[in-house]
């Protein structure tokens, strides 16, 4: 089950500062400043997350966050 549809940022929050943008072909691109876009529209339990991630430089600073919201189960955050 996609998390983007390929044309809009439906179900995702965008905090911080910049934007981002869906692209016309299926990606999503981060303009203007540090922020986080996260999906919280629905919860997900055992499943794979299937990536394509590039950067414009060498040195940018970006990345993809796993988290468990359950106190029960902190060992479950991960950085990817």
Known sequence: EPLLDGRTL???????????VAEQDG?????GGP????????????FALDVDYMT???GANS???VTSL????P???EIC
């Open 10 to 20: 439906n179900g995702w929050t965008h905090v911080g500062p910049g934007r981002f």
């Open 27 to 31: 990606s999503i691109v981060g303009e």
């Open 35 to 46: 922020g986080v876009l996260y999906y919280g529209s629905k919860a997900f339990k055992d």
């Open 56 to 58: 414009e430089s060498a």
């Open 63 to 65: 990345g993809v966050v």
């Open 70 to 73: 359950s106190p029960s189960h």
């Open 75 to 77: 060992h479950l955050t």
